[in-house]
């Protein structure tokens, strides 16, 4: 019997691979302006800085993180993590996961509450990635709308009635794909109505430090009296993506199943990258590293805007006051992903927006990055896609 008839488990009907990974194949070619990712700048990236730490986390402590560790975390992060934490979400942390990335916290959550045909409530759009993770744990997706301050109160209490959901998922800062942010009074609303319905609320939030505007928004977590609310942070985008190093925070009764989940997946986020950011903590090193790479950030993301403006009448986009994405809306009539095969021949790449919707459609949007190209070469990409769009209106 030939392999051909080998029966893949159901969770992974209709449920294709990461549309930006299959993105990267097409754009892996010299000369290439990527707006596609969602990378941090390589100038961001602090490698002499994590040699150098890594380096005195070895010497003082080599033998106990190279040895297995606990599920729970790496000691000394922990300490370090729960008090940066504390600072980050404005309120006392009960309970605290280290994970391999915040993208594992949200696996964890869906393996530890998701049976098949449990409602989950997103965003639309939202971020692919975790609603791919969402379709693979066979959960059913309903879409709640924002307008510009994020998610709508009342559309989200009706869906809550309407569908009675196990979750919401949201990111509510400089949202992926969308760049926009939940506006404050509509937090502490959110963690009453978990509590009121018994809903769990994913806070997903890794984009929060990079804030080039504005100042910052108290956590949904900061006002979850009753343990519903469970964030994931994340040290990718303001330290490294490659260590992989996020966290969970939540009532220690969800965190528990969560444990127990992670230690049939990796056992332990890795001793040595926990160490890393433990140094990064503890020698008070990040403020000063966020400040240098918001100040370029911004710059960045003001070149794309001013560009944006040049864009033919009927292109909206948002303007963020943060985080790492603009969404942009063409005409009517021109859709995105057709035009993708003309951009990437004139060596200019994006995100089509269909792939951020859990019900599709939206041909007309598309998302684009601007952390990972230098100035110039955003100048000379959004000029690229003025006339494209140009061209497609004639």
């Keep these: 019997m030939t392999l051909d008839s080998i029966q893949f488990a159901s969770r992974f009907d209709g449920v294709s691979g990461s549309a930006i990974r299959e993105i990267f194949k097409m ?44 599920t729970e975390g790496y000691p ?13 979400l404005g309120c006392e942390v009960t309970g605290i996961l280290p994970t391999t990335g915040s993208t594992q916290g949200m696996d964890l959550l869906c393996k530890a509450l998701i049976n098949p045909g449990d409602v989950i409530l997103v965003e639309n759009p939202s971020f692919l990635g975790n609603l791919q993770c969402m379709n693979l744990y ?68 890794p984009y929060r430090d990079l804030r080039y505007a504005g100042s910052p928004i108290p956590s949904i977590k900061s006002y979850d009296k009753e343990g519903w609310v469970v964030f994931l942070g994340s040290f990718s985008k303001i330290i490294s993506p490659g260590l992989r190093v996020g966290f969970m925070v939540g009532d220690p009764l969800i965190l528990r199943k969560c444990t127990i989940g992670k230690q049939s997946a990796d056992v332990h986020t890795a001793n040595l990258n926990q160490a890393i950011v433990d140094q990064y903590l503890r020698q008070d090193l990040l403020p000063a590293h966020i400040a ?80 990972n190209s230098t100035i110039d070469q955003i100048r000379e990409g959004m000029k690229i896609l003025r006339e494209l769009i140009e061209d497609a209106i004639k």
Excluded at 35 to 61: M, R, T, W
Excluded at 79 to 85: I, Q, V
């Design 76 to 88: 000394p992060f922990l300490e370090s993590l729960k008090a940066y934490a504390e600072k980050q």
């Design 292 to 371: 240098s790479i918001c100040q370029s950030y911004k710059a960045q993301m003001n070149a794309m805007l001013d560009e944006l403006a040049t864009f033919p009448e009927g292109t909206r986009y948002t303007r963020p006051e943060g985080g790492l994405f603009i969404w942009v809306e063409l005409p009517a009539g021109i859709e995105a992903k057709a035009m993708l095969e003309k951009a990437v021949e004139r060596h200019v790449a994006y995100v089509p927006g269909t792939h951020f919707f859990c019900d599709g459609g939206h041909d007309n949007t598309f998302r684009l990055n601007f952390s």
């Design 27 to 70: 754009i892996a070619k010299p000369g290439m302006i990527s707006f596609a990712g969602g990378n941090p700048a390589l100038s961001a990236l602090p490698d002499e800085k994590v040699a150098e730490l890594a380096q005195k986390a070895l010497k003082e402590n080599g033998k106990a993180i190279l040895q297995y560790g606990a």
């Design 138 to 205: 066979q959960a059913k997706l309903v879409p709640v709308e924002s307008d510009e301050n994020g998610l709508m109160l009342d559309k989200l209490e009706e869906a809550i009635i309407k569908h009675h959901p196990k979750m919401l998922y949201t990111i509510p800062t400089f949202q992926n794909p969308t760049g926009k942010t939940l506006a404050a009074d509509r937090r502490q609303p959110i963690a009453e109505l978990a509590a009121k319905y018994g809903m769990v609320v994913a806070e997903d939030d």
